[in-house]
């Protein structure tokens, strides 16, 4: 059998920041301590009329255009989002229809906090290996919520990818595993506008504990060691833990900083670890090595070897992530309440 | 008004309009008969691409509820690379349109049904760069 993996992704940021600075102001905060302690020097903000669906059509598209592929040979589509806009009502029909691919594929919603996104990519190769679909496509994407004045409203941002998995790819997947436990470290109940979450609790036994054992797993079954590695890229709910994980599993700096988004464009969620990777699949070479580790509260993480392929050389990889991250546009604390929709109206 | 903008979905979704075959007139919003061939129409459907160029524009202020949030916003004629003028809201900041201006499709939201509603989705457009 021909190898399966990534034959193409596409990535989606809205264009305004807010600045850590802008946020502290408003709660009366230190903001250097605020961005040393957390790592996150701004985030993304969504405008009114963009929300998840929208989000997802957009990295689709790019990632249809360059894959070059008709989508109506795509079979399946898998929306991973914490911020569906329905919550009885599917996003993968919306993208459905909007990119074209007909009316026969499979479609449904994931929803595991930061890691539904990567949990679509794992059925999509397990459908495309097994022969049910040619091309299956796996969103993360998100617009994230945090209450005012929550620690969480420095980091929780909006952004998403998506991947195109299939035959012939540009990133061949080598193995893949998922560690998952029942660990409340982060929730939102239904019908509440904003998550609750365990503090510090989301560290060690949450965040350290499923991302660091299931990437040590994974190296260990596979027979690799972290210098075996070209890349790395775990979540990044702020720009502290996942380099700290990469230390604990024995990476080195230079193996993550292209994968770290977060300190610019904050905590995508499900698009998180997955916009990291867009982002080293964009200067990857063929023969590079690549560790995704993803993380979702509640919890589990999804790990994943990718081996690139010679296809990346002709491979359209333009405008790249982080081309995308530095080019946005600064709101202030009042337009960013605005487009979040923090104002009470009549 | 929700069986009528889901029968659209097709065409708002995307630029997808009608071409008459007989004489080639492009044709969005689609008709599905051409006023110039008329019984000797023969349509089919196309997509009109993803971009296109400013003709002119307005600046709304005084606004529909459903849009109070986006005051002002800016509705434009877009000339498409594809054939058509069509009209459209493009999403920028009112010191950046001008006439000339390349403009690219965007998937975004129409408005929101209150909130316990349908939300209405489908093509805009935003500045090409």
Same mark, same amino acid.
Request: net charge neutral; glycine share 10%.
């Given at each position: 059998?021909?190898?399966?993996?990534?034959?193409?992704?596409?990535?989606?940021?809205?264009?305004?920041?807010?600045?850590?600075?802008?946020?502290?102001?408003?709660?009366?905060?230190?903001?250097?301590?605020?961005?040393?302690?957390?790592?996150?020097?701004?985030?993304?903000?969504?405008?009114?009329?963009?929300?998840?669906?929208?989000?997802?059509?957009?990295?689709?598209?790019?990632?249809?255009?360059?894959?070059?592929?008709?989508?109506?040979?795509?079979?399946?589509? &898998?929306?991973?989002?914490?911020?569906?806009?329905?919550?009885?009502?599917?996003?993968?029909?919306?993208?459905?229809?909007?990119?074209?691919?007909?009316?026969?594929?499979?479609?449904?919603?994931?929803?595991?906090?930061?890691?539904?996104?990567?949990?679509?990519?794992?059925?999509?190769?397990?459908?495309?290996?097994?022969?049910?679909?040619?091309?299956?496509?796996?969103?993360?994407?998100?617009?994230?919520?945090?209450?005012?004045?929550?620690?969480?409203?420095?980091?929780?941002?909006?952004?998403?990818?998506?991947?195109?998995?299939?035959?012939?790819?540009?990133?061949?997947?080598?193995?893949?595993?998922?560690?998952?436990?029942?660990?409340?470290?982060?929730?939102?109940?239904?019908?509440?506008?904003?998550?609750?979450?365990?503090?510090?609790?989301?560290?060690?036994?949450?965040?350290?504990?499923?991302?660091?054992?299931?990437?040590?797993?994974?190296?260990?079954?596979?027979?690799?060691?972290?210098?075996?590695?070209?890349?790395?890229?775990?979540?990044?709910?702020?720009?502290?833990?996942?380099?700290?994980?990469?230390?604990?599993?024995?990476?080195?700096?230079?193996?993550?900083?292209?994968?770290?988004?977060?300190?610019?464009?904050?905590?995508?969620?499900?698009?998180?670890?997955?916009?990291?990777?867009?982002?080293?699949?964009?200067?990857?070479?063929?023969?590079?090595?690549?560790?995704?580790?993803?993380?979702?509260?509640?919890?589990?993480?999804?790990?994943?070897?990718?081996?690139?392929?010679?296809?990346?050389?002709? &491979?359209?990889?333009?405008?790249?992530?982080?081309?995308?991250?530095?080019?946005?546009?600064?709101?202030?604390?009042?337009?960013?309440?605005?487009?979040?929709?923090?104002?009470?109206?009549? | 008004?929700?069986?009528?903008?889901?029968?659209?979905?097709?065409?708002?979704?995307?630029?997808?309009?009608?071409?008459?075959?007989?004489?080639?007139?492009?044709?969005?919003?689609?008709?599905?008969?051409?006023?110039?061939?008329?019984?000797?129409?023969?349509?089919?459907?196309?997509?009109?691409?993803?971009?296109?160029?400013?003709? /002119?524009?307005?600046?709304?202020?005084?606004?529909?509820?459903?849009?109070?949030?986006?005051?002002?916003?800016?509705?434009?004629?877009?000339?498409?690379?594809?054939?058509?003028?069509?009209?459209?809201?493009?999403?920028?900041?009112? /010191?950046?349109?001008?006439?000339?201006?390349?403009?690219?499709?965007?998937?975004?939201?129409?408005?929101?049904?209150?909130?316990?509603?349908?939300?209405?989705?489908?093509?805009?457009?935003?500045?090409?760069?």
């Amino acid at each position: 059998m021909s190898s399966v993996g990534i034959v193409s992704y596409g990535t989606y940021i809205p264009k305004f920041r807010i600045k850590a600075e802008e946020i502290a102001k408003v709660w009366g905060e230190d903001a250097d301590s605020i961005k040393s302690g957390l790592g996150v020097l701004q985030k993304s903000v969504p405008d009114l009329d963009e929300d998840t669906a929208t989000i997802s059509v957009e990295a689709s598209r790019e990632a249809i255009k360059r894959a070059k592929i008709d989508p109506k040979k795509i079979g399946a589509i &898998f929306v991973g989002s914490e911020s569906h806009p329905y919550a009885v009502k599917p996003t993968a029909t919306i993208v459905g229809d909007a990119i074209g691919c007909g009316n026969f594929f499979h479609a449904a919603d994931y929803e595991f906090a930061c890691k539904a996104g990567t949990a679509g990519i794992q059925t999509c190769i397990a459908m495309v290996k097994s022969g049910m679909i040619e091309y299956g496509l796996a969103i993360g994407a998100d617009t994230s919520q945090s209450a005012p004045g929550d620690p969480l409203e420095y980091s929780a941002s909006a952004g998403g990818t998506a991947f195109i998995i299939g035959k012939s790819p540009i990133a061949e997947v080598e193995a893949t595993l998922s560690f998952t436990s029942d660990t409340p470290d982060f929730w939102r109940r239904e019908g509440q506008p904003y998550p609750s979450h365990g503090g510090r609790f989301t560290g060690t036994p949450a965040y350290f504990r499923h991302v660091y054992t299931a990437g040590e797993k994974i190296m260990r079954e596979n027979g690799y060691k972290p210098e075996d590695f070209d890349y790395a890229v775990f979540h990044q709910p702020n720009g502290k833990f996942p380099v700290r994980v990469a230390r604990m599993l024995g990476f080195r700096s230079e193996q993550i900083e292209q994968g770290l988004v977060v300190r610019k464009v904050g905590n995508t969620y499900s698009g998180s670890s997955v916009l990291g990777f867009s982002a080293i699949l964009d200067v990857a070479k063929p023969g590079d090595k690549i560790l995704l580790v993803s993380f979702g509260s509640g919890a589990g993480s999804d790990a994943f070897i990718f081996d690139i392929t010679d296809r990346i050389e002709e &491979f359209e990889r333009e405008p790249k992530v982080w081309d995308k991250i530095n080019r946005g546009v600064e709101v202030d604390y009042s337009v960013y309440l605005k487009l979040r929709r923090k104002i009470k109206m009549k | 008004m929700l069986p009528r903008f889901w029968r659209k979905i097709k065409y708002r979704y995307d630029i997808v309009g009608t071409v008459c075959e007989t004489c080639g007139s492009k044709y969005y919003p689609p008709r599905n008969f051409c006023p110039i061939c008329r019984r000797k129409s023969k349509m089919k459907e196309v997509n009109f691409g993803d971009k296109g160029e400013v003709v /002119s524009y307005t600046v709304v202020h005084d606004t529909p509820e459903e849009y109070r949030m986006m005051k002002p916003y800016i509705v434009a004629l877009i000339k498409l690379d594809g054939g058509p003028t069509i009209t459209s809201q493009v999403v920028c900041d009112e /010191s950046e349109i001008h006439i000339g201006m390349r403009v690219k499709k965007a998937f975004r939201k129409y408005f929101e049904d209150g909130e316990d509603g349908i939300i209405y989705y489908g093509t805009k457009f935003v500045p090409e760069s």
